[in-house]
């Protein structure tokens, strides 16, 4: 009897400590009454399509982020089967640096070059997967364009940190694995992958003893070494060339005609005249939105940044360039709504801070501090900068779409998700003029109000069926009765 009770106590003292997953949270209330959601463009009265700009986070290994997103479409809201998604092509950043015959980018890591060859940089061009389906009770068709930018930071990451730990922590098999496995170069299955370590020279690092515990060196062989390296790699040299090569793949999702062709069809990337409508602006001919993972939503937005001319820039550059431009301010200017799942915005700015304007200088003087030196630079587009072009992009195409018509304009719409125990995002303030949305989740159980899953509170925002309702909840019925 006394072992008996003391299991009761034990089960009842074990269930008491486990926290029930919250509903969503809001910085103020009501905030969610006047959300519009995806269902609603869904719904859309001409049934244009609809495209998901999927970018992915910190940390990937492999194609496939977005699985995660579209599974729970269909598992969670029940609005499709799994096999209703058709995989409609893939696509590869071909043109400009990332042409097949063009020698890597002569950047060097620690006196090393980061590519050998031309070989190993084909190897690392990114790449976007163009998901298609037509949810249950929603006319227009929806798009996924997956955009993998990982491939770029693998050389990197796998000969000159992975590689490395071995003698320190301890080497990752998984990471091992993954980073000497080659492959054909075509993204089947889990990905892309290169042999950038050799198999022997794995299965040697892999032998070495570890000198770390087990918890700590998981914890660095993932969150450290393959995913706050990103972070660093996407605020210096490498970024320009990260920027670039979304900018190519946003390109070919502007083009990119899921009614064109049929699902994985020879041409159909190439179908749908983006240009035209660009000029034309007489209708909403597409609708994007936005969904960026962690560190996706800094580099989504870095794709409005746009590089003056270069001395010697050939023509064939400069007109690539310019279309790139235009493919991504077509799609900003079909955007509205645009979900952050984790957010690094507050904390990469710290590496892009912004001049003070002369005021500010004035009145720093007036306190009696020393003005601040000139300094002879041309800073980055700064997030700011970014969201306001965003921001008079949409309000431009709006008041074209309804000239006389303002409560018929579509207002921007950013929404921030954080799970609090999520330790690599932040609350996201307000950009510029445009206001941002933190909603609070819980991704995962929590356990005695002491732990909750890292790995879970930061992955899965796309499997919290609490963030999908809020998504894609039919709302444009409630406006249209609102005062």
């Known amino acids: 009897m006394h072992r008996t009770v003391c299991a009761v106590l034990l089960l009842l003292g074990i269930s008491g400590g486990i926290e029930a997953k919250a509903k969503v949270g809001a910085d103020t209330p009501d905030t969610l009454q006047g959300l519009s959601s995806i269902a609603d463009l869904l719904d859309s009265a001409d049934r244009h399509p609809v495209h998901i700009i999927y970018v992915h986070g910190i940390n990937e290994i492999g194609s496939g982020d977005s699985a995660q997103l579209r599974e729970s479409i269909c598992t969670k809201l029940k609005l499709c089967a799994l096999s209703d998604w058709k995989n409609a092509g893939v696509e590869f950043a071909d043109k400009g640096e990332f042409s097949p015959t063009v020698e890597p980018p002569a950047l060097q890591y620690l006196g090393n070059p980061v590519w050998s060859d031309a070989d190993e940089w084909h190897a690392s061009a990114p790449f976007v997967v163009h998901w298609v389906i037509h949810l249950r009770h929603h006319p227009a068709v929806l798009v996924v364009d997956e955009l993998n930018w990982w491939p770029l930071a693998l050389a990197i990451k796998c000969r000159r940190i992975v590689a490395a730990e071995a003698s320190v922590a301890?080497?990752?098999?998984?990471?091992?694995?993954?980073?000497?496995?080659?492959?054909?170069?075509?993204?089947?299955?889990?990905?892309?992958?290169?042999?950038?370590?050799?198999?022997?020279?794995?299965?040697?690092?892999?032998?070495?003893?570890?000198?770390?515990?087990?918890?700590?060196?998981?914890?660095?062989?993932?969150?450290?070494?393959?995913?706050?390296?990103?972070?660093?790699?996407?605020?210096?040299?490498?970024?320009?060339i990260l920027r670039d090569g979304l900018r190519q793949l946003m390109a070919k999702s502007a083009a990119f005609d899921p009614n064109g062709a049929a699902a994985g069809s020879a041409g159909a990337e190439e179908q749908y005249d983006w240009r035209g409508q660009l000029h034309g602006k007489d209708a909403m001919d597409q609708e994007f939105v936005g969904v960026t993972h962690s560190l996706g939503s800094y580099l989504y937005f870095n794709t409005l940044s746009v590089d003056p001319p270069t001395p010697g820039q050939s023509a064939a550059d400069a007109a690539r360039l310019a279309a790139e431009?235009?493919?991504?301010?077509?799609?900003?200017?079909?955007?509205?709504?645009?979900?952050?799942?984790?957010?690094?915005?507050?904390?990469?700015?710290?590496?892009?801070?912004?001049?003070?304007?002369?005021?500010?200088?004035?009145?720093?003087?007036?306190?009696?501090l020393a003005p601040a030196p000139d300094i002879d630079t041309a800073p980055a587009a700064n997030v700011r900068a970014l969201v306001a072009r965003w921001q008079q992009l949409q309000a431009g195409f709006q008041a074209v779409?309804?000239?006389?018509?303002?409560?018929?304009?579509?207002?921007?719409?950013?929404?921030?998700?954080?799970?609090?125990?999520?330790?690599?995002?932040?609350?996201?303030?307000?950009i510029g003029g445009v206001d941002v949305v933190n909603l609070y989740v819980q991704n995962a159980t929590r356990w005695f109000g002491l732990f909750e899953s890292p790995t879970a509170a930061h992955d899965n925002y796309s499997e919290n069926l609490d963030v999908l309702r809020v998504m894609f909840r039919n709302t444009a019925h409630n406006h249209s009765h609102s005062p």
């Not at 020279?201 to 393959?226: G, H, M, Q, T, Y």
């Not at 990469?348 to 200088?361: D, F, M, S, V």
């Open 170 to 240: 301890g080497a990752s098999r998984p990471l091992l694995q993954a980073c000497s496995e080659p492959s054909a170069q075509t993204p089947g299955g889990l990905g892309r992958f290169y042999a950038w370590i050799s198999p022997e020279k794995a299965k040697e690092l892999a032998a070495i003893r570890p000198r770390s515990v087990l918890v700590n060196r998981n914890l660095k062989d993932r969150l450290v070494d393959f995913g706050l390296s990103d972070v660093l790699l996407a605020v210096g040299p490498m970024g320009g």
């Open 401 to 430: 779409l309804h000239p006389a018509d303002e409560p018929a304009r579509e207002k921007l719409q950013v929404v921030a998700w954080s799970d609090p125990s999520d330790v690599i995002t932040w609350r996201v303030p307000r």
């Open 325 to 368: 431009n235009d493919a991504v301010k077509y799609i900003f200017e079909r955007t509205s709504q645009v979900y952050f799942f984790a957010n690094q915005l507050e904390l990469l700015e710290i590496t892009n801070l912004e001049n003070a304007p002369p005021a500010a200088l004035g009145a720093a003087k007036s306190r009696g």
